[in-house]
């Protein structure tokens, strides 16, 4: 079924850039470094599309990496350059990459793959990579193998649905790229209850709703967290999944 808010939530997050920036998980080295090996040869030129307010950027960067970042969302942008002054940023889309042909060596996509027109991109996406180079879409997810964790995202579905289904994306075929491959990386953010809300205040579905709706699902998770042990007092982690898809340009 067609979603008639998904361009109204696609465009959402600029007006929360800077929670964004402060509540949002980063991307595990491993997950990152086996993205990259799907390339041939090494992968020093990379690209990072879609990249929000930087949280795939770091990670780039603190590999010695030479990074550009694409942005459509000029707030989004802004935290961007704020956090990794590094990185060369540019304003674009994934459907009209702003790099000549052959640019980079890889192409990686923290939490943003599903937002765009996927047959386009993946052109785009194709076109700016070298003969060899890697496509490394990414998302990070709650661990609902912890039942305190299945129970928080149970009760606030309408808030924390999983945005796309990572194996149909897999299944997803394109001439310029080979099949994708998929690994998944377990690690934790440490969070406080609060925090773990102002999380989920961030995610397009809770930025769209009107303000009643979302105080109400914010509430019952806030109620939540205070009454389960494992979250009640104080920091804990929270355990994450990141998955990560490769498929080498052809």
């Known amino acids: 079924m067609s979603d008639p808010t998904r361009g109204q939530r696609a465009s959402s997050f600029g007006t929360r850039a800077a929670e964004y920036a402060r509540h949002r998980p980063d991307y595990p080295r491993p997950a990152i470094e086996w993205g990259l090996s799907g390339a041939t040869g090494t992968a020093r030129r990379v690209l990072d599309l879609g990249a929000g307010t930087g949280k795939l950027t770091l990670g780039l960067t603190a590999l010695g990496l030479d990074v550009t970042a694409v942005e459509p969302d000029p707030e989004m942008r802004a935290e961007l350059e704020r956090a990794v002054p590094?990185?060369?940023s540019l304003a674009g889309q994934a459907e009209r990459i702003p790099l000549p042909d052959a640019a980079v060596d890889a192409v990686l996509v923290?939490?943003?793959?599903?937002?765009?027109?996927?047959?386009?991109?993946l052109t785009e996406i194709g076109r700016v990579l070298r003969p060899g180079g890697v496509c490394v879409p990414m998302w990070n997810y709650e661990d609902e193998s912890v039942p305190w964790v299945a129970g928080f995202t149970e009760l606030g579905r309408d808030g924390t649905r999983r945005p796309a289904s990572v194996e149909a994306i897999r299944e997803l075929t394109h001439p310029a790229f080979e099949p994708f491959e998929i690994g998944r990386f377990r690690h934790a953010q440490r969070r406080t209850a609060e925090s773990l809300v102002e999380t989920i205040a961030t995610y397009s579905k809770v930025i769209v709703a009107p303000p009643a709706e979302s105080a109400a699902l914010l509430g019952r998770l806030r109620r939540y967290l205070a009454e389960h042990p494992a979250t009640a007092d104080g920091e804990f982690d929270l355990p994450l999944v990141t998955t990560a898809l490769r498929a080498r340009r052809s």
């Open 86 to 88: 590094s990185a060369k």
């Open 110 to 121: 923290g939490q943003a793959f599903h937002w765009f027109d996927v047959p386009a991109a």
